[in-house]
């Protein structure tokens, strides 16, 4: 049974954040691939070849299943289910692009790909969740002079150098990550 998704998924959807698309595998099993995510109306768009995995398992098995985690807050998230309702081709890319500009602000840069198609999904069920979390954030959590996301030394102070049996020496993760 189709479903509206809520003001709060749709602007997470709005937004350039990463969603994790799950199809089913011939064997039942999930497979999750990271994909740009559009908004048509109420149906959620992925954009795809026609011979890849999420267009095969989704034609054999239409069953989808998406998390959508916000890149500014990872405390803010959809979880959705749903079905893909038509496999639309887009062999000039218009709705490729459409989802390009959202994440890099230009048309899609590999335009040499025959067979592109747009999966469009319908929503059957919804959860978001925003965790208030602003003193966990604030305490482990901070940015650089250059905005990028930095661990603070609190942190870091839990990760030690490890040396396996082998020899081999895992570090501390840096202290800044790029934003």
């Known amino acids: 049974m189709p479903t509206t998704l809520s003001p709060e998924a749709k602007k997470l959807v709005d937004r350039p954040n990463f969603a994790h698309l799950a199809t089913l595998l011939p064997d039942g099993s999930p497979q999750s691939t990271p994909v740009w995510i559009g908004l048509e109306g109420e149906h959620l768009v992925v954009c795809t070849s026609d011979g890849s995995l999420k267009a095969k398992n989704t034609r ?3 069953r ?3 998390s959508i985690v916000d890149s500014e807050n990872p405390y803010e998230e959809v979880q959705i289910r749903g079905r893909v309702e038509e496999w639309r081709p887009d062999p000039e890319l218009k709705t490729l692009d459409a989802i390009s500009h959202k994440y890099i602000g230009k048309p899609f840069p590999m335009r040499g790909y025959e067979g592109r198609v747009a999966l469009i999904i319908e929503v059957e069920k919804e959860r978001y969740t925003k965790l208030d979390t602003p003193s966990f954030r604030s305490s482990t959590h901070r940015r650089n002079e250059k905005g990028a996301a930095c661990a ?3 942190v870091l102070a839990h990760h030690q150098p490890v040396t396996s049996p082998a020899g081999s020496t895992s570090l ?7 934003r």
Request: charged fraction near 10%; include cysteine.
């Open 172 to 178: 501390p993760p840096p202290a800044c990550y790029p």
């Open 60 to 62: 054999r098995d239409p």
């Open 64 to 66: 989808v299943a998406l």
């Open 152 to 154: 603070a030394p609190s």
